[in-house]
């Protein structure tokens, strides 16, 4: 039996994955002109960008050591060829080029930010996804 949410706790509406850049000004390049996001709140040491009315990425500058083979930040679009191309021009590292992978009925790609982010442009292929537009 699954957990049940408790009538008086409010539903969770959005969601923001945080990730550690050791160059805020260079990273925020990145996201604003290259991928196109919009800054939804600058609070000095983070920024916080715009992937769609719920979903954010947020950068935070740290000092420390970065690891970032352990996190994927994913964007969805139905134009992942069109992105693909885009970040190619703009010089961005593709880590590989817009593939169907089967196992989860996807078409993407991954490229990498300044700091070595993986961050996938993927497509979904199977008609049962109830994302939201």
Known sequence: MGLQRPMSLARLNQQITFIQVSDLDESAVFYTEILGLELALDQGGCRIYRISD?????????????????????????DVDGWHDRLRSAGVHIDS???????????????????GWRVEIQRFCNPAWLGVD
């Open 97 to 115: 080029g817009p593939s169907h992978n089967p196992v989860y009925d996807i078409y993407h790609c991954f490229v990498r930010d300044p700091d």
């Open 54 to 78: 719920s979903a954010f990425v947020g950068l935070c500058e740290k000092v420390e050591p970065l690891i970032s083979d352990g996190v994927i930040v994913t964007l969805v679009t139905d």
